[in-house]
């Protein structure tokens, strides 16, 4: 993890994330990129399905 001594307009937020793939996940990185403090819940073992998903080589 990273101190980020930016400030946004969610500064003092607490956001329990437990979306997984890509939309959700999406929508709470705003919110933290917006000074919300993110706690991301994932399944244990494995994680984020997003994690599993390849590069697509030529689109």
Do not use: W
């Not at 001594?5 to 979306?19: A, H, R």
């Not at 959700?24 to 244990?44: D, H, S, W, Y």
């Amino acid at each position: 993890m990273t101190n980020n001594e930016s400030k946004g307009p969610f500064e003092g937020l607490l956001v329990i994330d437990m979306t997984h793939v890509l939309n959700g996940p999406f929508g709470t990185q705003l919110l933290c990129n917006m000074g919300a403090r993110v706690i991301k819940v994932e399944p244990p073992g494995h994680g984020d399905d997003t994690r599993t998903f390849g590069p697509y080589v030529d689109g």
